[in-house]
C-alpha cells in the first residue's frame, strides 16, 4: 500500500519562501508523474503542480506559475515543491499524489502539510 508522507509547511511572513516535501514508500514513482495538490479551508481540495515521470515537463495552476517551482528525485522516492513569493491566498494543506493530467491517481492520501501565509 502506498503511503505518502508531506513535511516542510509551516508559518511564513507574506513574500516569503517554503520548501515542501514529499517521501513515498510501497510504490516506486518512477513511472508516475506526481504532483501537488492543496486544500484552504472550506474550499475543495485543487490542483497545483504536476512533473513527468523523467523530471523534465512541469505543467502549473495559473495561480502559482512563476512562483512554485516542482522537482522530484526518484532515487530517493520524492517529490518537492519550492514555493517563493508567498501570498496569504496560498495559506492551505499541501498534499502529494501521482497525477493523471491534472487528477490524483492513488486513492490514498498523507496527512498533508500546514502552511500558513500571514500578511
Known amino acids: 500500500q502506498v503511503q505518502l508522507v508531506e513535511s516542510g509547511g509551516g508559518l511564513v511572513q507574506a513574500g516569503g519562501s517554503l520548501r515542501l516535501s514529499c517521501s513515498v514508500s510501497?510504490?516506486?514513482?518512477?513511472?508516475?508523474?506526481m504532483g501537488w495538490y492543496r486544500q484552504a479551508p472550506g474550499k475543495e481540495r485543487e490542483f497545483v503542480a504536476v512533473v513527468s515521470s523523467s523530471g523534465v515537463s512541469t505543467n502549473y495552476a495559473d495561480s502559482v506559475n512563476g512562483r512554485f517551482t516542482i522537482s522530484r528525485d526518484n532515487a530517493e522516492n520524492t517529490v518537492s515543491l519550492q514555493m517563493n513569493s508567498l501570498k496569504p491566498e496560498d495559506t492551505a494543506i499541501y498534499y502529494c499524489?501521482?497525477?493523471?493530467?491534472?487528477?490524483?491517481?492513488?486513492?490514498?492520501w498523507g496527512q498533508g502539510t500546514q502552511v500558513t501565509v500571514s500578511s
Open positions: 499524489n501521482a497525477v493523471t493530467g491534472t487528477r490524483p491517481l492513488f486513492g490514498s
Open positions: 510501497g510504490r516506486n514513482i518512477r513511472t508516475f508523474s
